[in-house]
T-cell receptor, first 115, second 113 residues
Framework: AQSVAQPEDQVNVAEGNPLTVKCTYSVSGNPYLFWYVQYPNRGLQFLLKYITGDNLVKGSYGFEAEFNKSQTSFHLKKPSALVSDSALYFCAVRARYSSASKIIFGSGTRLSIRP | DAMVIQNPRYQVTQFGKPVTLSCSQTLNHNVMYWYQQKSSQAPKLLFHYYDKDFNNEADTPDNFQSRRPNTSFCFLDIRSPGLGDAAMYLC????????????FGSGTQLSVL
């Protein structure tokens, strides 16, 4: 069975500092990995994905994520946080040859950036 | 240029009174999904349509039904809403073969009185 874990319910970072939102996963075979962001009272918005190739994936709004197969992790990072990055972030995973409906979301991490 | 549109944005219904939520898309995606999300938790898949084929999740209550009359529209019907059905309902779409990135609507926040 596949699963995804976001060990931190909340991450607090000062504006201008680097941020990391952690994600680990479990899936049979090679994974597709995703990060989505949700602003208050809105739907989820795609940030980035790892399918294959370079382990460092760059996405929207200056975010990036690093796929680490040995540690089964896909942590989201940004070199310099903005107050506008404050939102709820979801990591998601699905097995490479499964249907899209089998995507599994993590429980979410609330990112709070203080001015 | 909205791509996945959900109406209404907020819906209030009474306990046991049927309610319908709607979703439309301008992306011409062949797959449409309905998710339930409670209190900033992970979205939970209720069911999805792969083209016209309806796929129900095993743990989706019978109280929830769905219709997809054409490619662009999909409806979520809750036959007899209970207090526990109060949640954000998210519609999403994807296109087969495009690495299955999901496009979400802004959601409908359902309150049950």
């Amino acid at each position: 069975a596949q699963s995804v874990a976001q060990p931190e319910d909340q991450v607090n970072v000062a504006e201008g500092n680097p941020l990391t939102v952690k994600c680990t996963y479990s899936v049979s075979g090679n994974p597709y990995l995703f990060w989505y962001v949700q602003y208050p009272n809105r739907g989820l918005q795609f940030l980035l994905k790892y399918i294959t190739g370079d382990n460092l994936v760059k996405g929207s709004y200056g975010f990036e994520a690093e796929f680490n197969k040995s540690q089964t992790s896909f942590h989201l990072k940004k070199p310099s946080a903005l107050v506008s990055d404050s939102a709820l972030y979801f990591c998601a995973v699905r097995a490479r040859y499964s249907s899209a409906s089998k995507i599994i979301f993590g429980s979410g991490t609330r990112l709070s950036i203080r001015p | 240029d909205a791509m996945v549109i959900q109406n209404p944005r907020y819906q209030v219904t009474q306990f046991g009174k049927p309610v319908t939520l709607s979703c439309s898309q301008t992306l011409n995606h062949n797959v449409m999904y309905w998710y339930q999300q409670k209190s900033s938790q992970a979205p939970k898949l209720l069911f999805h349509y792969y083209d016209k084929d309806f796929n129900n999740e095993a743990d989706t209550p019978d109280n929830f039904q769905s219709r997809r009359p054409n490619t662009s529209f999909c409806f979520l019907d809750i036959r007899s809403p209970g207090l526990g059905d109060a949640a954000m309902y998210l519609c999403a779409t994807s296109k087969t073969g495009q690495n299955e990135k999901l496009f979400f609507g802004s959601g409908t926040q359902l309150s049950v009185l």
